[in-house]
T-cell receptor, first 110, second 114 residues
């Protein structure tokens, strides 16, 4: 699986959009980009995933660059409950595991 | 649906003791797996199963056994607990192992080995 690079920590004001970047410059054509988050040592929670196209669901939007070497997770209106560690994961077709790195610790400030 | 459930939530063991961590899912998922998370670290795969009767090793399998007699349950056994196994254990499940299948995680079991 390709390696990902994320900032160690970020801050965002409540009500603003939180934009979390992820670099995956060695991604292969059959690898998906996944985002999970972990709130205060709870089990990781799935947020969104994509292959090539931008994706949006009720939680977030995922913007993948045309060359697929980087992506951005967007939480459109961050709340205090969005404070968590966010993991960007690249997973190949048929891969048996999710490889979790250090993630980005996102703090939403009132 | 209850999703993925794990018991117990917290356990303290003495070195050398054995125990079983329980994991169950009610989503009819074929693929189940166990991860451990050490403080400040990401999750590491211990064992996984692609269906009832089939299990395989992940990246850190030593000291752990698994079995999968039913689709719903995937217990993790610690044969002889060691302090190095102090960790938080997460069970996950999905319809299949394919990259586009979302994995859902349980709430975790916090294990302390003295």
């Amino acid at each position: 699986d390709a390696k990902t690079t994320q900032p160690t920590s970020m801050d965002c004001a409540e009500g603003r959009a939180a934009n979390l970047p992820c670099n995956h410059s060695t991604i292969s054509g059959n690898e998906y980009v996944y985002w999970y988050r972990q709130i205060h040592s709870q089990g990781p929670q799935y947020i969104i995933h994509g292959l090539k196209n931008n994706e949006t669901n009720e939680m977030a939007s995922l913007i993948i660059t045309e060359d697929r070497k980087s992506s951005t997770l967007i939480l459109p209106h961050a709340t205090l409950r969005d404070t968590a560690v966010y993991y960007c994961i690249v997973r190949a077709e048929g891969a048996q595991k999710l490889v979790f790195g250090q993630g980005t610790r996102l703090t939403i400030n009132p | 649906n209850a999703g993925v459930t794990q018991t117990p939530k917290f356990q303290v063991l003495k070195t050398g003791q054995s125990m079983t961590l329980q994991c169950a899912q009610d989503m009819n998922h074929e693929y189940m797996s166990w991860y451990r998370q050490d403080p400040g670290m990401g999750l590491r795969l211990i064992h996984y199963s692609v269906g009832a009767g089939i299990t395989d090793q992940g990246e850190v399998p030593n000291g752990y056994n698994v079995s999968r007699s039913t689709t719903e349950d995937f217990p993790l056994r610690l044969l002889s607990a060691a302090p190095s196994q102090t960790s938080v254990y997460f069970c996950a499940s999905s319809y299949g192992p394919d990259a586009q299948e979302t994995q859902y995680f349980g709430p975790g079991t916090r294990l302390l080995v003295l």
